[in-house]
C-alpha cells in the first residue's frame, strides 16, 4: 500500500516520498510515506477514490 500511496500521490502532483516509520510512532520496522500537510485533506480523498487503504495519519513535528 505504501507504494501505491507513493505513486498515486505523485501522479496527482504531490511531493510524496516512502520513509522509515519514525520511532516515535512505533518501534517496529516498517515504510510510511511524508507528504506536504497542507495537502493532507486532498491526500485523504484521494486514497478513499483509489481505495488506499491507510492505517492512520499523523503530524509530526521536528
Known amino acids: ?5 507513493e505513486r498515486e500521490c505523485k501522479n496527482a502532483g504531490y511531493d ?3 520513509v ?3 520511532r516515535k510512532l512505533s ?12 495537502a493532507e485533506d486532498e ?3 484521494l486514497c478513499l477514490s483509489k ?3 491507510v492505517e492512520a ?4 513535528e521536528d
Open 1 to 5: 500500500m505504501a507504494l501505491m500511496f
Open 16 to 18: 510524496v516520498r516512502i
Open 20 to 22: 522509515p516509520v519514525p
Open 27 to 38: 518501534a517496529s520496522c516498517g515504510l510510511a510515506c511524508r507528504y506536504p500537510c497542507q
Open 43 to 45: 491526500i485523504k480523498k
Open 51 to 53: 481505495d488506499i487503504e
Open 57 to 60: 495519519f499523523h503530524r509530526l
